[in-house]
């Protein structure tokens, strides 16, 4: 893809990020990619996220902050980004998260690739990729929702887990991102199901998951249930 010709958007789903969303912006940045835009979407944090990014704005012009209101939820969130990078003009939408789980040299590496697909997964479990710093309880427990995902929702993606992806404007269209449902954790399994049902080329490159050093995590075990019960709904609505 020429990156001169395109608009990119790197969205950031956040909530209680204020730890590391100031260095993970400004790693962004500091790639010093052409026509790049970051937007952060806050869930109203309470610990200052928000006032983070506004005090980065004047410092970067092209960082914008779209703060929630409402019900609160990573998937909520997610389809609020996709729909303002749309409105935007975004040729080119990666998302990532906050925690440094996502290595922000690894943009470059998804724009380069972004030509052999639609979607562009960053993927620990292709040749290459990784996870480091993880129990030993938190690597078996991924695995196992991966394989569940993958033999309910029919799908070849090897890492269905994986928020660290990159979309064609015209992939975001096709699966009609504005009428995205979930409103948990669960919209990561919802996109590639509409992808996988729309016929949309998939393709994954290796990444370094790394667990994060600041903040708290946001999944548990009863978000995690809750994954899996709209996975069934997913299977059973539309398999």
């Known amino acids: 893809m020429e990156l001169n010709e395109s608009s990119v958007w790197v969205f950031i789903p956040t909530y209680n990020e204020a730890e590391n969303i100031r260095r993970l912006t400004e790693e962004i940045f500091a790639l010093r990619l052409p026509r790049l835009h970051v937007l952060v979407v806050d869930d109203q944090s309470p610990d200052g996220t928000g006032e983070a ?8 012009p092209s960082l914008h902050l779209l703060i929630r209101s409402g019900k609160k939820g990573r998937g909520l969130a997610g389809k609020d980004g996709y729909v303002r990078c749309l409105q935007s003009g975004a040729d080119v939408v990666l998302e990532m998260d906050a925690d440094f789980s996502h290595p922000p040299k690894d943009i470059p590496h998804f724009l380069a690739h972004l030509g052999e697909a639609d979607i562009l997964i960053g993927s620990r479990f292709v040749p290459g990729g990784q996870e480091t710093g993880r129990s030993l309880w938190r690597r078996i427990l991924t695995r196992w929702a991966n394989h569940y995902a993958r033999w309910m929702l029919r799908l070849s993606v090897r890492d269905c887990n994986s928020g660290f992806r990159c979309f064609r404007k015209e992939a975001l269209e096709k699966i009609d991102a504005r009428s995205l449902e979930s409103q948990g954790p669960s919209i990561i399994h ?17 990444i370094t998951f790394t667990e994060r050093k600041r903040g708290r995590s946001k999944l548990n075990l009863w978000r995690l249930f809750k994954g899996y019960l709209w996975i069934l ?5 539309n398999h």
């Open 233 to 237: 709904k997913l299977r059973w609505n």
């Open 190 to 206: 919802e996109v590639l199901d509409r992808a996988g049902r729309k016929g949309l080329r998939m393709a994954e490159i290796p």
């Open 53 to 60: 990014v506004r005090s980065l704005q004047q410092k970067y």
